[in-house]
Structures are given as structure tokens and as C-alpha cells.
T-cell receptor
Framework: GDSVTQMEGPVTLSEEAFLTINCTYTATGYPSLFWYVQYPGEGLQLLLKATKADDKGSNKGFEATYRKETTSFHLEKGSVQVSDSAVYFC?????????????FGKGTHLIIQP | EAEVAQSPRYKITEKSQAVAFWCDPISGHATLYWYRQILGQGPELLVQFQDESVVDDSQLPKDRFSAERLKGVDSTLKIQPAELGDSAMYLC????????????FGNGTRLTVT
């Protein structure tokens, strides 16, 4: 079945550091890919998405590129802020058929220190 | 911006009792999902509705869990009887129909079974 693997956390960085959170996936066909962010005690918020190979999703300074050849969708940000501290989830959505719920990775807890 | 509404926000119940959660999706979203998120893990799909019909309930523990969306709008998830292992965050999400459509999540119901 479909699966998503993302780097284990917590990831601790200093403010203004460069961020990479790795995500790889296994799926049949060509799924849509998403990054969601979850702040403490809240639901998940969509951060960015990409729907086909070589697409780049971007939002709030975060970017991720859909790499079909490496089945990856790594999240990057050039300069992180304390307010970016949260849990980040990589997810895929299979195309075709009625059942198209998101398959999530286990999440990466990001801690940004001032 | 329209939001997915969930209630209650928190619920504490004793094991063997019945408990119910309610979700009102974003207007116009035909697809509705219930997820369970155990602390420190990614959300796992319990059930997916397309309008009032169940599309996928393969991971729903049907001996104790039930879900309905009678008029194709709001939805209820019930657990009877609750067990200690059911303690988790229960998240509702909705989306437009289609593989590229992102899911929009509510803030969830935090269930504690004592």
C-alpha cells in the first residue's frame, strides 16, 4: 500500500538557519503530495502542495519540489523563525477511484531557538 | 476563511461509556473524512464519505465505532463502548471531490478515556 517516510525529530535549529525536512513516498501511480503543519492543540493546516512531477509548491517561505525519479518531496526554508516551531507532516493523496484519503508520515517536530 | 467545525473540543469519558463527536464541513465540500491521531503520530484515516455514502471504512473498528452523514452535510462519529486505547485526537476534514483537492481540517476533539 501507499506510505510516506519522513525524517525523525525533533529537529532543533537556531533562528535564521536553513531548514530541510526529508520526505519520501511509495505509491502506485502519481499521487498528489502535500505538506501540512500542526501547532500544539490544533488541527492540521495545509502548508503547500504539488500535483505532478517537477511541480514546486511554495508558501510562507517554505518550498518543496515533487521529484518523481527519487520519489521525494523534501521541505525547505531559507531562514526559519521561532514562529515556525510546530510539527510538520508530509502526505500523499492517491489519484483515481473513490477512496482518496491522505496517507501521512509520522511527523517531524521542529523546534526553533532564538 | 471558511472552516471545518468540530465539537466538543475536549471530551473525558470512562471506559465502557458511549461517546460521540460532531463535524460540520466547509459548505460545498462533498467529501468528508474522519481521522484518528494518536499522540506523537500522524493521522490515520477511519472513514471517508462522498455525500452521504461511505467510500472507505476499511480501517474503522466496526465492532465499536460507527459513523454517519445522513443528509450529506454534517457527520457524527460514535464510539460504544469506549476503551482506554481510544484516547486520541479525532480530526474531521473535508474537501471538494477530486484527487488534487487538499483536505481542510478542523481543530479536532481530544478524547481521554479513563
Amino acid at each position: 500500500g501507499d506510505s510516506v517516510t519522513q525524517m525523525e525529530g525533533p529537529v532543533t535549529l537556531s533562528e535564521e538557519a536553513f531548514l530541510t525536512i526529508n520526505c519520501t513516498y511509495t505509491a502506485t501511480g502519481y499521487p498528489s503530495l502535500f505538506w501540512y503543519v500542526q501547532y500544539p492543540g490544533e488541527g492540521l493546516q495545509l502548508l503547500l502542495k504539488a500535483t505532478k512531477a517537477d511541480d514546486k509548491g511554495s508558501n510562507k517561505g517554505f518550498e518543496a519540489t515533487y521529484r518523481k525519479e527519487t520519489t521525494s518531496f523534501h521541505l525547505e526554508k531559507g531562514s526559519v523563525q521561532v514562529s515556525d516551531s510546530a510539527v510538520y507532516f508530509c502526505a500523499l493523496k492517491a489519484l483515481g477511484g473513490g477512496a482518496d484519503g491522505l496517507t501521512f508520515g509520522k511527523g517531524t517536530h521542529l523546534i526553533i531557538q532564538p | 476563511e471558511a472552516e471545518v467545525a468540530q465539537s466538543p473540543r475536549y471530551k473525558i469519558t470512562e471506559k465502557s461509556q458511549a461517546v460521540a463527536f460532531w463535524c460540520d464541513p466547509i459548505s460545498g465540500h462533498a467529501t468528508l473524512y474522519w481521522y484518528r491521531q494518536i499522540l506523537g503520530q500522524g493521522p490515520e484515516l477511519l472513514v471517508q464519505f462522498q455525500d452521504e455514502s461511505v467510500v472507505d471504512d476499511s480501517q474503522l473498528p466496526k465492532d465499536r465505532f460507527s459513523a454517519e452523514r445522513l443528509k450529506g452535510v454534517d457527520s457524527t462519529l460514535k464510539i460504544q463502548p469506549a476503551e482506554l486505547g481510544d484516547s486520541a485526537m479525532y480530526l474531521c476534514a473535508s474537501s471538494f471531490t477530486g484527487g488534487n483537492s487538499p483536505l481542510h481540517f478542523g481543530n479536532g476533539t481530544r478524547l481521554t478515556v479513563t
